[in-house]
């Protein structure tokens, strides 16, 4: 089965946009491994849109790759991609073009699917850009998701229609293993708060199987990069290391695929540091995939998650999305079913620290200064 967890990888768009080519993608796969990113989960290297040659060939119908961006063609990038242990992602379109005016897969898409069978793909990345007007999204994706299973490779579907018609309730039947729910992500604080709020109702529509993906992390970008955002004032251009701490935690507790946005061959010791936390990793990947709740202070922008994991663990985030500092953030353990009067309480650990604070109960306070979070692994206890 694919995507028992959220799947992690590593998507060229947020940073490289069409400036993708052959040595670059080999030399992240080279990183992806020195830096232990493959290790700690990151398995899926992708190749976002602006790959293929403008038209398709005239003879055989098939997509093309761009002949300067990848000389030696697809399969050379796969095999090297393969060799080095991660898996190779893809990505065409629903309609008749691509997002950015390349051949979409509309009408095409046994062939398009054998094709990226045939260059060694594990993963397709499916966009909604060009969908002609009387074509229905669903049975769009459902096509492609029939062609995935009769192209002859185990190749996993990731479905991005933005969350347009009410794709959270038909993505897992139409065979999509993840779906985005939500228009781009920028590197920009409010873009990133805009699309974590925008996903709390939709929390319980993804689990093992079929996850719903809030786009990829702009983490340690740092205003570089194809989606830094240079339509806002410079003092909010590039979000900081707060900013993303704050992004990683809520897509770990979100269970989204977390698929690295920033330029791994440049990334500092801060990101990677958080990229590849254990604690905030396993908080994502649980076996059980329940998804998060709010346990308070959602209408303040402060909101309290918390997440049920396997194995009598219990994940709690608490965050300041607001711009004030030196908020009150708390958890009342009544409303997470642990009364006082049954002398269970959580046994809590700051996932970035690493310290432990006992066994706490009842009540839990503590101040964030804006855009802060804390996150913290438990243990149910008495
Ligand atoms: C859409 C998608 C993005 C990216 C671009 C490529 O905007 O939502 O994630 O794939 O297309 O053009």
């Given at each position: ?21 052959e040595?670059?993608i080999?030399e ?40 300067q ?39 095409h ?38 062609a ?34 939500t ?8 873009r ?64 989204s ?126």
């Amino acid at each position: 089965m694919l995507a028992k967890k959220p799947p992690m990888g590593f998507n060229t768009w947020n940073t490289f946009g069409r400036k993708i080519d052959e040595k670059m993608i080999m030399e992240t796969a080279d990183k992806m491994v020195e830096l232990g990113l493959l290790d700690a989960g990151y398995e899926y290297l992708v190749i976002d849109d602006c790959w293929s040659e403008k038209q398709r060939d005239p003879q055989s119908g098939k997509i093309v790759p761009d002949k300067q961006k990848f000389p030696n063609g697809m399969k050379y990038v796969s095999d090297y991609v393969h060799s080095k242990g991660l898996k190779f992602g893809m990505y065409s379109c629903c309609g008749t073009r691509t997002c950015d005016d390349f051949p979409g897969s509309f009408d095409h898409e046994f062939l398009d699917a054998k094709t990226f069978a045939e260059y060694g793909c594990d993963f397709l990345k499916y966009d909604y850009c060009f969908k002609p007007e009387n074509a229905v999204g669903s049975v769009l994706y459902r096509k492609m998701a029939m062609a995935l299973k009769m192209c002859g490779r185990e190749i996993l579907f990731s479905a991005c229609n933005w969350g347009c018609d009410g794709v959270n309730t038909w993505a897992r039947s139409a065979g999509a293993h993840m779906y985005r729910s939500t228009g781009d992500i920028f590197d920009n604080y409010p873009r990133m708060k805009e699309i974590a709020l925008s996903q709390v109702e939709n929390l319980p529509y993804s689990g093992p199987g079929c996850f719903n993906d809030i786009d990829m992390l702009t983490c340690g970008m740092y205003g570089f990069g194809n989606v830094a955002d240079d339509h806002l004032d410079e003092s909010e251009r590039k979000q900081y290391d707060i900013d993303y701490k704050t992004e990683f935690a809520l897509w770990c507790m979100f269970s989204s695929p977390l698929m690295i946005g920033c330029d791994i061959r440049k990334i500092n010791d801060t990101t990677l540091k958080l990229l590849t936390n254990k604690d905030m990793i396993r908080i994502n990947q649980d076996e059980e995939g329940r998804p998060a709740y709010v346990a308070r202070g959602l209408e303040e922008e402060c909101p309290t998650f918390v997440k049920l994991l396997s194995d009598n663990e219990v994940a709690v985030l608490f965050t300041n999305l607001t711009d004030m500092d030196d908020r009150d953030c708390r958890l009342f353990f009544d409303d997470i079913g642990l009364q006082v009067a049954d002398g269970y309480g959580l046994r809590m650990k700051d996932v970035f620290t690493g310290e432990d604070l006992g066994v706490r109960k009842e009540i839990f306070n503590l101040r964030l200064d804006k855009h802060d979070c804390a996150m913290y692994l438990c243990k149910i206890e008495k």
